[in-house]
């Protein structure tokens, strides 16, 4: 099992930038597809962002693609996603995600392994 621990999130105001981070521990974390989802109050889990495993290679929701970068640094076991120009509807809590060697998915179903989230609120 992977353990995964965001930080980062806080309130910012619109048109701010932001970067989370989510440090891995329990897996060779080079093994690792990593991804972001985001949950705002009363919606459904949304895919945000996902880097590969090896390549690496990386996929990016429509509603941040252009705005949003996800990265990796694998010495640091640790996964980071930029995010610039916010808009409150980004306002969410967000949640990293892992799986092991599997290619990238943006359905929450494929990640076996979740932290606990990190609120990030965008004022406008």
């Known amino acids: 099992q992977v353990q995964l621990v965001e930080s980062g999130g806080k309130l910012v105001q619109a048109g701010g930038s932001l970067r989370l981070s989510c440090a891995a521990s329990?897996?060779?974390?080079?093994?690792?597809?990593l991804a972001w989802f985001r949950q705002a109050p009363g919606k459904e889990r949304e895919f945000v962002a996902a880097v590969s495993w090896s390549g690496p290679s990386t996929n990016y929701g429509g509603s941040v693609y252009g705005r949003f970068t996800i990265s990796r640094d694998d010495a640091e076991n640790t996964v980071y996603l930029q995010m610039n120009s916010l808009k409150p509807e980004d306002t969410a809590v967000y949640y990293c995600?892992?799986?092991?060697?599997?290619?990238?998915?943006?359905?929450?179903?494929?990640?076996?392994?979740w932290g606990q989230g990190t609120q990030v609120t965008v004022s406008s």
């Open positions: 329990g897996r060779t974390f080079s093994d690792l597809t």
């Open positions: 995600a892992a799986r092991q060697w599997g290619a990238i998915t943006n359905h929450a179903l494929g990640y076996a392994s």
